[in-house]
Antibody, heavy 118, light 107 residues
């Protein structure tokens, strides 16, 4: 039984950074991606980027280039997402998900609510 | 980026009804299309991958079809536990993108 667990909710000031952790257990180690998706309140899903540790590849959505850093250990069992230069429209729930066979996101974390407010 | 357009945005149907949600890609994506179910207040959950492959444990009343640019998710007999928002997502190329979602409710 694969479980993906994320760190808790955060409240941040505009201009600051947030770091969210993601830990997966119970599945085969390596070979998959750790993908980050966010969802603003009342809105849909937005792909932010991913890392495929076994291949040493990281890809970011253009909207987040320069502000987003995704890292993970080689086994892809522990990963982090750091978003800098926070703005009020970064207020959202951030999800990490384990991806296989491309970006088939087969296991998701519970989500981490990030609130950006002065 | 490939745009994914779902319709309808909202639907309300009776228990036992057959429900169909469509997803159109702005260009061909072969069969690289997934469907996710997001129940209220919960994380999304993979329901169907690669257009038509049902995730282990998902009810058989869910079915996916399509290819190229036009895809369909069908719920053959709507149940109360199917109340959720459903999202399609392509993975033909990066960035992957999601449809805007279809909210399904019970009449």
């Amino acid at each position: 039984q694969v479980q993906v667990v994320q760190s808790g909710a955060e409240v941040k000031k505009p201009g600051s950074s947030v770091r969210i952790s993601c830990t997966s257990s119970g599945g085969a180690a390596g070979g998959h991606s750790v993908t980050w998706v966010r969802q603003a309140p009342g809105h849909g899903l937005e792909w932010m980027g991913r890392i495929v540790p076994v291949l040493g590849i990281t890809n970011y959505a253009q909207n987040f280039e320069g502000r987003l850093t995704i890292i993970a250990d080689k086994s892809a069992s522990t990963g982090y997402m750091e978003l800098s230069g926070l703005r009020s429209d970064d207020t959202a729930t951030y999800y990490c998900a384990k991806g296989t066979g491309g970006e088939v996101l087969d296991h998701w974390g519970q989500g981490s609510l990030v609130t950006v407010s002065s | 980026d490939i745009q994914m357009t779902q319709s309808p945005s909202f639907l309300s149907a009776s228990v036992g009804d057959r429900v169909t949600i469509t997803c159109q890609a702005s260009q061909g994506i072969r069969d690289y299309l997934n469907w996710y179910q997001q129940r209220p207040g919960r994380a999304p959950k993979l329901l169907i991958y690669q257009t038509s492959k049902l995730v282990t444990g998902a009810p058989s009343r869910f079915s996916g079809s399509g290819s190229g640019t036009d895809f369909t998710l069908t719920i053959y007999s709507l149940q109360p536990e199917d109340v959720a928002t459903y999202y399609c997502q392509h993975y033909d190329s990066l960035p992957v993108t999601f449809g805007q979602g279809t909210k399904v409710d019970i009449k």
